[in-house]
């Protein structure tokens, strides 16, 4: 994964996200509106894509993940607000911001009659400037050589999606918008499809990923934004947003009763569920007790085994589990089903 800068964005005074003056971004996306039928479709969305970073963006079904996209490469135009793409307005300058894009969004247009090398002929034509060279580079980036002058219906689903993404390289873009890479790729196929988003990354391309599949999100992505209801409502690195979110302490000890109680009488610690011990791997004790779960700052961990210990429980295990992106999502949607 390429390296992941610390979140940035920050609560403005109007509400949303105030977006970073970074030289480094590469798309700027701010307080963007749309509007249809007098029906506000989104509502003032703002967040940053930086240079080399995976950026994801996640979104239940109708929360305007799809209409955001569609402004960002120009298929439709916003209401009110900004997308700045390469330092260039893309509805003041649009000829010059959307040559620093490249996307495929949803499946990927291809001619399965013609082989991938006239598939991608048939593309450059549209693209000033793009030579047999290129056309020959970004066949070896998106690794289809062996296979590029085959026709394109013998193609896997796969080598479909890199071509398509060989496409949206021709004009050698700094920012690659990718709606659902994965969708209907084998296990094999996904793997390989994040690895070489991770190799893209890595050379510095900016990547836009949209996805419905939060353990992908979770492995692949620096930073992600989370839309709902036309609202980005969380946005920041996946790391420190799932840090901010808490994690859930596992003390396994006996007597479990006391144990509770003295948890109970501090302010820093959120009791939740009684674990039996022996219901999940790595809970059992010799004693047959239970486990407390509660919510509360690592950091305390060592303070509380001490204090623990000394009213006489005894601590056979400590268990600290993360959240997933999966939790975040739902606790910040307040349980909304993503697409």
């Known amino acids: 994964m390429s390296g992941s800068p610390t979140a940035s964005c920050r609560r ?12 480094s ?42 209409t955001t996209i569609r402004m960002l490469v120009g298929l439709i135009k916003p209401t009110e607000g900004s ?40 593309f450059a034509r549209m693209i000033p400037g793009v030579t047999v060279e290129r056309i020959r580079e970004v066949t070896g980036i998106v690794g289809l050589d062996q296979r590029i002058f085959d026709k394109v219906r013998t193609y ?32 094999q196929g996904i793997k390989e499809m994040r690895d070489f988003i991770r190799k893209l990354a890595s050379e510095g391309l900016s990547l836009f990923v949209s996805s419905h599949l939060l353990s992908e999100i979770q492995q692949l992505c620096d930073r992600v934004a989370i839309i709902s209801h036309g609202s980005v409502i969380a946005v920041g690195a996946v790391d420190e947003l799932l840090r901010q979110s808490g994690s859930t302490v596992k003390w396994s000890v006996e007597p479990y009763e006391r144990a ?32 407390v779960a509660v919510q509360m700052d690592q950091e305390l961990i060592p303070e ?31 349980g909304e089903k993503i697409e």
């Not at 403005?12 to 030289?23: A, C, I, W």
Request: proline share 5%; hydrophobic share 35%.
């Open 83 to 122: 997308i700045t793409l390469g330092g260039h307005d893309i509805t003041k300058k649009p000829t010059e911001a959307l040559r620093h894009v490249g996307c495929i969004v949803e499946n990927p247009e291809l001619y399965s009659y013609l082989t991938g090398w006239e598939n991608l002929e048939h």
């Open 260 to 291: 509770r109680e003295l948890l109970s009488q501090s302010e820093e610690v959120q009791l939740l569920k009684t674990v039996e011990a022996g219901s999940e791997p790595g809970m059992e004790n010799e004693s047959g007790g239970r486990s």
């Open 12 to 23: 403005s005074n109007k509400g949303g996200y105030s977006v970073s003056s970074d030289p």
């Open 25 to 66: 971004v590469v798309l700027s996306v701010n307080r963007l509106k749309k509007k249809i039928k007098d029906k506000l479709i989104i509502k003032g969305v703002s967040f940053d894509v930086r240079r080399g970073e995976i950026f994801g963006f996640l979104g239940p079904n109708g929360s305007g993940k799809t």
């Open 304 to 334: 509380w085994n001490e204090r623990l210990v000394a009213a006489g429980i005894r601590v056979y295990g400590i268990q600290i589990v993360n959240p997933t992106l999966e939790e975040l999502f739902l606790r910040v949607t307040e």
């Open 156 to 187: 896997s689903l796969g080598m479909r999606q890199r071509l398509g993404i060989a496409q949206a390289l021709l004009g050698n873009p700094s920012l690659l918008i990718l709606d659902e890479p994965t969708n209907g790729l084998d296990p």
